[in-house]
């Protein structure tokens, strides 16, 4: 398996489906919570196994269509058809993914002009993303709570982007002084993760 199939099936490739308007393509809206390894299998030591897609979702031959990081929250898709697995998941497409992030200290205007003209990472410069302070959304509690330092105020912005490089919203925060604390992925395109408790999920179709 090349490299690019990997990063599109972490869990193998889904079934060839034959591309039929009368019979959509299957999609899940899953709102995955803190801890939660975004695949169906642990290929981690036995000894000491970690939550999977598996504990929550019991639907055959639906693959993941992009990754969450384990330590971030909220939407993550799943399909049983490749095409919009590649389109949903592959950086060529570009797809807009908005996040709700609370970052330790009071995100000023200078750290979000720099996220909107794009951040000089260890890979390169990120595209320009948009980027707003907002207030503290009406979110589920994390479990485990986030650690705070009771000296220094942590403040949330909304940050959308359309890339998909490794743990890159945690990155650029910290590049323009601001470490992610809580990381949840609020939409993907026009999906959005809004009415799902954590561990809850909801099948969609697309076209």
């Known amino acids: ?10 869990d193998g490739p889904p079934p060839h489906r034959r ?8 999609l899940i809206l899953f709102n995955k919570p803190w801890g939660v390894l975004p695949q169906f299998t642990d290929r981690g030591p036995a000894a ?10 019991d639907v055959p031959q639906v693959y993941p269509a992009g990754r969450l990081d384990r330590d971030s929250e909220g939407l993550m898709l799943l399909t049983d058809d490749g095409r919009l697995q590649a389109r949903i998941a592959d950086p060529r497409h ?11 200290g009071t995100v000023d205007d200078t750290a979000l002009g720099q996220l909107r003209a794009g951040v000089r990472l260890n890979d390169g410069l990120t595209l320009p993303a948009r980027a707003k ?6 979110l589920w509690p994390r479990d485990p709570p986030i650690r705070v330092r ?7 912005l909304r940050l959308t982007i359309r890339e998909g490089r490794n743990r890159q919203v945690r990155r650029m925060t910290a590049a323009v002084g601001f470490p992610t604390l809580r990381l949840v992925r609020w939409s993907v395109g026009d ?17």
């Open 1 to 10: 398996m090349g490299v690019a199939k990997a990063l599109l099936h972490p």
């Open 19 to 26: 591309y039929n308007r009368a019979m959509p393509a299957r």
């Open 133 to 138: 302070a907002i207030a503290p959304p009406p």
């Open 94 to 104: 570009k797809m807009p993914k908005t996040y709700l992030v609370q970052v330790e």
């Open 191 to 207: 999906w959005t993760v809004e009415g799902l408790a954590p561990g809850e999920w909801r099948m969609a179709f697309a076209d």
């Open 48 to 57: 000491s196994p970690r939550a999977t897609l598996s504990d929550y979702i």
């Open 150 to 156: 009771k000296s220094v105020p942590d403040s949330w």
